[in-house]
Each structure stands twice: as structure tokens, then as C-alpha cells.
């Protein structure tokens, strides 16, 4: 069950900018790092970001992560064809000692 | 390169038990914690386990009801996943992930490809 909210889908059309938003509570996005995985249709999901907004080795620029008290942000800033795909912010919850994904978002690129 | 390969998925009767496999290389995984996520057809993912490095670690999550124990076996750089008494509602693609304690928390940084269970009479 998850704890964390994040709206089920959002649009774009390429170079366009878009952000999803993660909103938790004071035991998790509060208080833990977030980050963001990507899962294309039919993989595994990968990586985006962690800790709030640094991204690993070989993900683009053009997306990044933010926190505001018990909110998180993924921002993509110039949209392309191969983000299509869903999107899940995660982080540590102190409450549960346990790790809670958000309800996901899926991306469409028009 | 990190890989971890996930095995042990099949399709088994509610009741029954089943036992998962995820098998690590191109890293020292006796120096890892690793996970065990899930994720039912068209639904999102949901943390199932976490086991610390040694073993000696272990958490799960609340819906669980006892069903699922993680282990591993280091010296076969290999994590488990037993569930007993399986349910309908454990039908899901079964990840393992690689954890990296950061300082500033800890990060899945590496997820294997899946193995799928389905439960049904």
C-alpha cells in the first residue's frame, strides 16, 4: 500500500517541460532522501534520481528533483520521445522502518 | 558489469509455497544490502524485504502477515525470497535490488530484470 501520492499520469509534448509531484509525510519524504526511479513498459526500473535530486552516471541533464517539507518534484525540462514511461518517487519511512514507493505516474510524450 | 538475476518464478496453487532466487555478479555482494520489490500486473511497486549485508538484518512490510522470509548465502553471492501460503493476491513480477546506504540515505541503484509468479487454482 502506498504512502506516498503522486497524480496517476501527466502529458507533454516533445521539448516541453513537465513535473511530477510526490507528496508524503513527515516520516518519509519529510524526514529521507527521495528518489526516482523509471520504468519503461515491460523493464525493470532504473534509477532516475536519489537523494532529492542528484542523478546518476549516463541520466540526462534535463531531468532533476527537488523537496519542499513533505513534498518531492521530478522535473523534466525538455521533454523527449524515449521519457515515455512511468515514474515512481520512493523513499525511506521511519514510521513502518520500511521503504514506500508512490502511487507512480505515467508519462505520455505526445 | 552489476547484474543481479532473478530466478525461481513459475506458476504454483494458492497455499502452496515457493522460493525465489536472485543470484549477484560484478560486485562484492557480502558488502550489500539487497531488497526483494514486487510488482502486480498493472500496478505500481511495493517493497517487500530489506536484509542487511551479513544477514543479521532483516525487514519486511506491514501487508506481509509473516508469509515472506529473505535470507542469503554469501559465499553463492545469492539472495531468497520464501513465501508460504501463497494468495492470489501474491501474483506479481518479483525484483531484487542492489541497496547502497549513502550518506545522506539509502538508494536501489541496481534491479534485475524480474521473475514472474503467478498464483492460481
Known amino acids: 500500500q502506498s504512502v506516498l501520492t503522486q497524480p496517476p499520469s501527466t502529458s507533454g509534448t516533445p521539448g516541453q517541460s513537465i513535473t511530477i509531484s510526490c507528496s508524503g509525510s513527515?516520516?518519509?519524504?519529510?524526514?529521507?532522501?527521495v528518489n526516482w526511479y523509471q520504468q519503461h513498459t515491460g523493464a525493470a526500473p532504473k534509477l532516475l534520481i536519489f537523494?532529492?535530486?542528484q542523478r546518476p552516471s549516463g541520466v540526462p541533464e534535463r531531468f532533476s528533483g527537488s523537496k519542499s517539507d513533505t513534498s518531492a518534484s521530478l522535473a523534466i525540462d525538455g521533454l523527449q520521445s524515449e521519457d515515455g514511461a512511468h515514474y515512481y518517487c520512493a523513499a525511506w519511512d521511519d514510521s513502518v522502518s520500511g521503504y514506500v514507493f508512490g502511487t507512480g505516474t505515467e508519462v505520455s510524450v505526445l | 558489469d552489476v547484474r543481479l538475476e532473478e530466478s525461481g518464478g513459475k506458476s504454483e496453487q494458492p497455499g502452496r509455497s515457493l522460493r525465489l532466487s536472485c543470484e549477484a555478479s560484478?560486485?562484492?555482494?557480502?558488502?550489500?544490502?539487497m531488497n526483494w520489490v514486487r510488482q502486480a500486473p498493472g500496478k505500481g511497486l511495493e517493497w517487500i524485504s530489506y536484509i542487511s549485508s551479513g544477514g543479521e538484518t532483516t525487514y519486511y512490510g506491514d501487508s506481509l502477515e509473516g508469509r515472506f522470509v529473505v535470507s542469503r548465502d554469501n559465499t553463492k553471492k545469492s539472495l531468497y525470497l520464501q513465501i508460504s501460503r501463497l494468495r492470489a493476491d501474491d501474483t506479481a513480477v518479483y525484483y531484487c535490488t542492489r541497496d547502497v546506504l549513502l550518506p545522506s540515505g539509502r538508494v536501489f541503484d541496481t534491479w534485475g530484470q524480474g521473475t514472474l509468479v503467478t498464483v492460481s487454482s
Open positions: 537523494n532529492y535530486g
Open positions: 560484478g560486485f562484492i555482494f557480502s558488502s550489500y544490502s
Open positions: 513527515k516520516s518519509n519524504v519529510g524526514k529521507n532522501p
